[in-house]
């Protein structure tokens, strides 16, 4: 069975600018969640989407935002970049809570 | 206070030896705890999933839960090189937050032949 894909694998944006990144669950996997990963905070809970629907949100700016699709494909945005947004954003989808993570997005902003 | 402790070590041990790795947690309402391996610029990968206390073994991977003392291990044995990486764990609080983990900073592990 495929596993988590994301892309792209690698961004390099400007400070201001947006972005979006794309998260394709296991299938058959109906929960995908949003981390963001740095050296400084660790793994960080953005939020979670189940059958198209935001069901869990964790204490980000409201510059990031979410969605999911009907097929339970994700999407992240993040608007009006800072510096500090740089890091690894990994995506993870489950079925029954066991949470199996893609292999992430690193964005840099400059 | 993060929910979630874990010493980041580094931990460097030689093939073979026993890995203890820990975490701690504050909130008593996390029910599903997790460990996760992360490889260098790999996303992590789910090495054990538990609910409440006990243990659960897989291989040479035993996962530990002390609810009482809020207290989680992860034992590896006969540990091999291509343990090296680093380990993370992970609870949840379960029902409908069961998509929301909570993540300690990780520790790294290097094992040396």
């Known amino acids: 069975k495929a596993g988590v894909t994301q892309t792209p694998r690698y961004l390099i944006k400007t400070r201001g600018q947006q972005v979006t990144l794309s998260c394709s669950p296991i299938?058959?996997?109906?929960?995908v969640s949003w981390y963001q990963q740095t050296p400084g905070q660790g793994l960080q809970f953005l939020f979670e989407?189940?059958?198209?629907?935001?069901?869990n949100k964790g204490n980000f700016p409201g510059r990031f935002s979410g969605r999911q699709f009907s097929n339970s494909r994700s999407e992240m945005n993040v608007s009006t970049l800072e510096l500090g947004d740089s890091a690894l954003y990994l995506c993870?989808?489950?079925?029954?809570?066991?949470?199996?993570f893609g292999p992430g997005t690193r964005l840099t902003v400059t | 206070q993060k929910e979630v402790e874990q010493d980041p070590g580094p931990l460097s041990v030689p093939e073979g030896a026993i890995v203890s790795l820990n975490c701690t947690y504050s909130n008593s309402a996390f029910q599903y705890f997790m460990w996760y391996r992360q490889y260098s610029r790999k996303g992590p990968e789910l090495l054990m999933y538990t609910y409440s206390s006990g243990n659960k073994e897989d291989g040479r991977f035993t996962a530990q839960v002390d609810k009482s003392s809020k207290y989680i291990s992860l034992f590896i044995r006969d540990s091999q090189p291509s343990d090296s990486a680093t380990y993370l764990c992970a609870t949840s609080q379960g029902g409908s937050t069961l998509g929301r983990l909570y993540f300690g900073r990780g520790t790294q592990l290097t094992v040396w032949p």
């Open positions: 989407y189940f059958s198209e629907t935001q069901r």
């Open positions: 299938s058959g996997h109906r929960s």
């Open positions: 993870a989808s489950s079925v029954s809570g066991e949470q199996y």
